[in-house]
């Protein structure tokens, strides 16, 4: 399999490359679906082995010019995940937060935490998976007063983006490492609470460690089609199923067959709405694209707040870039990455929650999904300043 790079420069070339992607079984993985491919939309596809034979001549043949990202995805799948099986699997204290881990790994994690640092780690969970995996919650924060207002973040929604998973450890490692000696922080977890949840789709992300390394949606079973799962992030009821979702179950970007269908996004929408008072701020994490988007994703409008969260995302930017020079552009989410509805970042906002961002983390596509281990330690650092900047700039009030 490849992963290849197509740039339509015209409507033509936009015809043309819809067509052929919905006529052959091709993985979008930038965007997310066919619909939103228009001129100058920067396209990554996973070809399968069987299909580059007829798809890049026929390219060729169209006159589109297309450049190849990935030439063997089977042996970067096995670079990022091959040396696995004989990864020393050392005591919890020495957790490795520079590779990525199985579900089963970041569960005896969280249960650990939640023996060790009992005086500002509380785990529970909000309910249970498709498949009867329990939905745990990390819950952050000094138990200074009986109510204080929180933030939630949650990462892996989407299976596949490894990334996502990885910053959230980093979050709660960072908390209780430099609770005692950075001021920020000991002031975030004694004014707020956060809400962190790992992995949002378990049952996704353990299918794409098991069988489908770039596996997206949930895993509930259709009964009329033989296709599994929903995009959770299209199941959210705001807006729900219109444009930029599909109704057809085999489609990577299906909305379900009712919003809230998923007893992960029930489970979280359930949790969300019992808590809208008190939280403020709704962080998820994705990838990849570089990118800070807040609402709307439905719809070209301003929302009401723009200026708060506007001024927001551009500190938490630049704050961003501070570390390495990466820049991310920000934005609504659709008018920076593209339309899309049912997700649950407009949801979090539409209910209440005056804070709500999506992160597209690392990088730009060269590695895609395959975000390589050495880079999760560069991503995590300066996804956190961007956090803690956010976090703080919801401690101060704004007008």
């Known amino acids: 399999d490849k992963v290849i790079r197509v740039v339509p420069e015209s409507e033509r070339e936009t015809q043309i490359l819809r067509a052929a992607f919905n006529r052959l079984k091709v993985d979008l993985w930038q965007p997310s679906s066919p619909f939103h491919i228009v001129e100058g939309t920067v396209t990554d596809v996973r070809v399968p082995q069987n299909t580059t034979r007829s798809l890049l001549p026929y390219l060729q043949q169209a006159n589109i010019h297309y450049t190849i990202l990935i030439s063997d995805l089977q042996k970067a799948v096995e670079n990022q995940t091959g040396q696995r099986s004989y990864r020393n699997r050392r005591s919890l204290s020495e957790y490795n937060y520079e590779v990525?881990?199985?579900?089963?790994?970041?569960?005896?994690?969280?249960?650990?935490?939640?023996?060790?640092?009992s005086d500002l780690v509380h785990m529970f969970s909000v309910g249970k998976s498709y498949e009867g995996r329990p939905l745990y919650v990390l819950k952050l924060g000094k138990r200074s007063r009986p109510y204080k207002k929180a933030v939630w973040i949650d990462c892996g929604i989407h299976a596949r983006e490894w990334i996502g998973p990885a910053f959230c450890q980093w979050f709660v490692k960072e908390a209780l490492?430099?609770?005692?000696?950075?001021?920020a922080m000991r002031k975030m977890l004694t004014q707020l609470y956060f809400y962190i949840m790992p992995v949002f789709n378990v049952d996704g992300y353990h299918f794409s460690w098991t069988n489908d390394r770039f596996w997206r949606k949930t895993r509930s079973k259709n009964t009329r089609f033989h296709c599994h799962g929903v995009d959770a992030n299209r199941n959210w009821k705001v807006k729900w199923c219109d444009e930029g979702a599909s109704f057809h179950p085999c489609d990577d970007t299906y909305c379900g067959p009712f919003p809230e269908s998923e007893p992960e996004v029930k489970a979280v929408a359930?949790?969300?709405?019992?808590?809208?008072?008190?939280?403020?701020a709704y962080l998820s994490f994705h990838a990849y694209a570089q990118m800070l988007l807040y609402p709307y994703s439905y719809k070209y409008e301003t929302i009401p707040?723009?200026?708060?969260?506007?001024?927001?995302a551009y500190n938490a930017v630049n704050a961003l870039q501070s570390a390495y020079g990466i820049r991310y552009r920000y934005g609504p989410a659709s008018s920076t990455l593209y339309v899309s509805s049912g997700s649950s970042m407009d949801w979090a906002y539409k209910n209440g929650i005056p804070y709500a961002f999506a992160f597209e983390l690392r990088d730009t596509g060269h590695f895609g999904f395959l975000l390589?281990?050495?880079?999760?330690?560069?991503?995590?650092?300066?996804?956190?300043?961007?956090?803690?900047?956010?976090?703080?700039?919801?401690?101060?009030?704004c007008h």
């Open 270 to 280: 359930h949790f969300l709405r019992k808590h809208r008072k008190q939280i403020k």
């Open 100 to 117: 990525y881990h199985s579900l089963e790994e970041i569960q005896d994690w969280m249960h650990h935490l939640n023996r060790t640092h």
């Open 177 to 183: 490492q430099t609770y005692q000696t950075d001021p």
């Open 372 to 397: 390589p281990e050495m880079l999760i330690k560069p991503t995590c650092t300066e996804t956190m300043l961007a956090v803690k900047n956010i976090t703080l700039h919801l401690l101060k009030k």
């Open 305 to 312: 707040n723009f200026n708060c969260v506007e001024s927001a």
